[in-house]
């Protein structure tokens, strides 16, 4: 068992948080929550050892029983394979893990200091994970990975016999993963048993409750109060103001429960456009998107998921016009107006404070400014620093309030609830799920695209597949969301191929599907070398026959 009596941090004169006490048993997966800043990872250092604490104790807790995933892991031999392969770590696990968070079989061979810093983080998630200690410690260990890696990882979290305690801001995962969730607020810890849903269940319920009994009170000290002021001159009366004074004086006062409410964000009305807003007809780039067609209309709000790498970020780079296909044609439609949220924040000036971005892109007055910077909880501490010195959230709050001054119609977004806290990316969710306008959103929160997207498009390295919508991609299956070829490539493109056909051939990319799934479930739980050598044959082979589909149906 895993316990935490009273402990306190501060840095200087910021305390942190205060009097944090839990306990977990052993085998029990816990998720951390909070908002940036509340002091999630500065309490798994303190867990692990490597950050003093102020007060309080911490038992249950031994070094050799712990595993780490670093952001910035340190590496000593010559190859990633090699790297993983340690004292009881056989090749054939490793193998297993590398493939489940997305590393090929070339890049098992490369160097692992020649990785970058989102892969290197995926390595020592890996690392962590082979070396199955009796606690897992866990930061924000779905950041980097795609939708499949996320996948595998959820498997293993939830197959895993060890305690599981990871920091994390993915709301599928504290669905799926964890049994209870530590909620740091205000520098205060609350535990919650059970998952995602059940933590805001019962913390709605515990905030409905502070907010009745902080009110009763306030009720209480105005009648005391009011009292005191109208008797105390009174000579008659005096007395009684006196003891109702005492009475006051005695009233341990509750504090005012903080607001659960992420500053609203509206991004407006969204103005007329052509119907066909935007179309893409067989773009080729420099072999990383190959004859790529697509359709989309006013009002859709259509999901881009696809491996790492495959040019989901490219794409939108082309729609935009930073990058020039090599071939084919984008057609925008009339009084379409794009905005464009990229995962870099590429278009933020670093040297500029967040109130300057908008000042000098769009003429505000520095109140004005200051106003829309705040709808965003970006307060006055944070906006009067250059853009270089803020977090990965603050710089997607700065692009936020950019892309909401421009009044788009048709919103680009790449990775928009990166490095965001639960209520910031609910109140992100909540305004794109109201925005009447158009959206194609790039991004591997699972959540966001269940609750926002009405088709989800899977982006293949040499084509796009068919829309999906599956459980295994996002929570919730839609209606609208069925397995058919993209709009730009329906039967205007396909007049040869009678219904029939057609219905055969997604019959069989269905049931192809379904068999990979399967291989990749066996692959996860493979625990011998030659059976998983065979499967991973089995895998590429069913990869081929799908690759083979998607083109068939496209031609």
């Not at 052993?26 to 490597?50: F, H, P, Q, R, Y």
């Not at 070396?131 to 990975?145: F, G, S, V």
């Not at 839609?478 to 039967?491: D, M």
Request: charged residues 30%; contains cysteine.
């Amino acid at each position: 068992m895993i316990q935490l009596e009273n402990v306190t941090k501060s840095f200087g004169e910021r305390t942190i948080f205060t009097d944090v006490t839990f306990k977990i048993q052993d085998g029990e997966k816990l998720g951390i929550v909070g908002k940036n800043g509340a002091g999630k990872s500065t309490l798994l250092k303190i867990m692990i050892g490597v950050e003093d604490f102020d007060a309080g104790k911490i038992t249950g807790i031994h070094a050799e029983d712990i595993g780490y995933s670093e952001q910035m892991p340190t590496f000593t031999k010559k190859t990633l394979l090699e790297e993983m392969i340690g004292e009881g770590v056989e090749e054939f696990q490793a193998r297993k893990i590398l493939y489940g968070l997305g590393f090929t079989e070339s890049e098992l061979a490369k160097n692992p200091t020649h990785f970058s810093g989102g892969e290197m983080g995926k390595i020592s998630l890996a690392r962590s994970l082979l070396n199955e200690p009796r606690i897992l410690i866990l930061d924000e260990p779905t950041n980097h990975l795609d939708i499949y890696a996320i996948e595998f990882l959820e498997d293993f979290i939830k197959n895993y016999r060890g305690t599981v305690i990871a920091v994390t801001h993915d709301r599928h995962f504290l669905q799926n993963c964890v049994t209870k969730i530590l909620d740091l607020e205000n520098g205060k810890a609350t535990l919650y048993a059970g998952n995602y849903e059940k933590f805001v269940q019962l913390k709605s319920e515990r905030r409905a409750y502070e907010w009745k009994a902080y009110e009763k009170q306030q009720e209480e000290i105005a009648k005391l109060e009011e009292f005191v002021r109208r008797n105390k001159v009174r000579a008659s009366t005096a007395r009684r103001a006196r003891s109702r004074q005492a009475a006051l004086d005695r009233i341990e006062r509750l504090e005012k429960p903080p607001s659960d409410e992420f500053v609203k964000v509206k991004l407006g009305d969204a103005t007329e456009s052509a119907n066909k807003v935007l179309i893409l007809d067989k773009i080729n780039f420099k072999g990383i998107i190959n004859n790529f067609s697509l359709e989309i209309v006013k009002g859709e709000k259509v999901g881009l998921i696809g491996k790492n790498g495959v040019g989901k970020s490219t794409l939108l780079k082309i729609i935009v016009g930073e990058l020039k296909p090599d071939s084919g044609e984008i057609k925008i439609g009339n009084r379409v107006k794009i905005g464009y949220l990229s995962q870099g924040h590429e278009d933020l000036n670093e040297n500029f404070t967040p109130i300057e971005e908008l000042v000098n892109e769009f003429g505000l007055t520095l109140e004005r400014a200051r106003a829309e910077l705040a709808r965003l909880d970006l307060g006055a501490q944070i906006v009067e620093k250059k853009i270089a010195e803020l977090s990965g959230g603050e710089k997607t709050r700065v692009a936020l309030a950019k892309l909401i001054l421009t009044g788009a119609n048709f919103l680009l977004l790449d990775e928009p609830t990166n490095h965001l806290d639960l209520t910031a990316r609910e109140a992100i969710e909540s305004a794109l799920k109201i925005f009447d306008g158009t959206i194609l959103i790039v991004t591997h929160d699972r959540y966001l695209l269940d609750s926002v997207t009405e088709k989800v498009i899977e982006f293949v390295p040499r084509e796009v597949a068919p829309v999906r919508q599956e459980k295994s991609v996002v929570e919730k299956n839609k209606s609208s969301a069925k397995n058919e070829i993209p709009a730009a490539k329906q039967k205007s493109e396909l007049k040869f191929k009678s219904e029939s056909q057609l219905e055969k051939l997604e019959a069989k990319i269905k049931m192809a599907e379904m068999e990979l799934k399967m291989i990749e479930r066996e692959i996860n739980s493979a625990v011998d070398p030659a059976q998983l050598a065979k499967l991973a044959a089995e895998h590429e082979l069913k990869l081929k026959e799908l690759d083979e589909l998607y083109q068939s149906i496209l031609e």
